[in-house]
C-alpha cells in the first residue's frame, strides 16, 4: 500500500513562503493525480491544489496567487509552496493520493499523510 | 462554488444506536460525493464515493445514499471505534472542483 509523508519546517515567519515536501512510498508517483489538503486547528479541511505526475496543476481560486505545487519523479516526491504567508495559514497541512477506480477516477482522496502542522508566526 | 452543509453539527449517541448524517449541496454534484471519518490527531479516511460506494476494508454498517443535493451517511449500529467527525466531500466542474462539508461530530452520549 501507497504510503505519504509530509516533511518540513513547523515554524515559519508571516510573509514567508512555506515550502513541504510529501514523499511516497511504496508505489510509484506516475499515472496518479496528487493533492495538499489543509486544515487549521479546530476546523475543518481546505484543498489547496493538485498535480498529476505529469506536471499539470490545478489549484483552489482562493490560493493560486500565492500557490505553486511541483512534482519530482524522480524523487517520488511532489511539494508545495505557499507564500505571503499571514497566520490565517496556519494549519496542518496533508498530501493526499487521488483515487484511481471508475469513471471518478480522481474525484477523491484515497491515501493521506500523517499531515503536519505548520505555524505562521513571528 | 459549490457550497456542503452538514446537519447536525454534533449528534450525541450511544453505542449500538443508528446514526444518520446529512450533507447538501448547493447545486447538484450528480453522485460525485464522499464521506470521510476523522479520529482526533489522525488523517480524513475515505468511507464511502460516488455517494453509496464503500472504499475497500470499510465495514458494512456504514452506508451512504442519495444524489443531486441531498445525501445521507448511516452508521447502523455504532461502535466505539465509530465516534469521530465525518465530512462530506464533492467533486463538480465548478472551481475550486473539491470542496468539504463543516463535518458532524459524533460524539458518546
Known amino acids: 500500500q501507497v504510503q505519504l509523508q509530509e516533511s518540513g519546517p513547523g515554524l515559519v515567519k508571516p510573509s514567508e513562503t512555506l515550502s513541504l515536501t510529501c514523499t511516497v512510498s511504496g508505489g510509484s508517483i506516475s499515472s496518479y493525480y496528487w493533492s495538499w489538503i489543509r486544515q487549521p486547528p479546530g476546523k475543518g479541511l481546505e484543498w489547496i491544489g493538485y498535480i498529476y505526475y505529469s506536471g499539470s496543476t490545478n489549484y483552489n481560486p482562493s490560493l493560486k496567487s500565492r500557490v505553486t505545487i511541483s512534482v519530482d519523479t524522480s524523487k517520488n516526491q511532489f511539494s508545495l509552496k505557499l507564500s505571503s504567508v499571514t497566520a490565517a495559514d496556519t494549519a496542518v497541512y496533508y498530501c493526499?493520493?487521488?483515487?484511481?477506480?471508475?469513471?471518478?477516477?480522481?474525484?477523491?482522496?484515497?491515501?493521506w499523510g500523517q499531515g503536519t502542522l505548520v505555524t505562521v508566526s513571528s | 462554488e459549490i457550497v456542503l452543509t452538514q446537519s447536525p453539527a454534533t449528534l450525541s449517541l450511544s453505542p449500538g444506536e443508528r446514526a444518520t448524517l446529512s450533507c447538501r449541496a448547493s447545486?447538484?454534484?450528480?453522485?460525485?460525493l464522499a464521506w470521510y471519518q476523522q479520529k482526533p490527531g489522525q488523517a480524513p479516511r475515505l468511507l464511502i464515493y460516488?455517494?453509496?460506494n464503500r472504499a475497500t476494508g470499510i465495514p458494512a454498517r456504514f452506508s451512504g445514499s442519495g444524489s443531486g443535493t441531498d445525501f445521507t451517511l448511516t452508521i447502523s449500529s455504532l461502535e466505539p471505534e465509530d465516534f469521530a467527525v465525518y465530512y462530506c466531500?464533492?467533486?463538480?466542474?465548478?472551481?475550486?472542483?473539491?470542496?468539504f462539508g463543516p463535518g458532524t461530530k459524533v460524539d458518546i452520549k
Open positions: 460516488d455517494a453509496s
Open positions: 493526499a493520493r487521488h483515487n484511481t477506480v471508475g469513471v471518478s477516477s480522481g474525484y477523491y482522496f484515497l491515501d
Open positions: 466531500q464533492q467533486r463538480s466542474n465548478w472551481p475550486p472542483p473539491f470542496t
Open positions: 447545486q447538484s454534484v450528480s453522485s460525485y
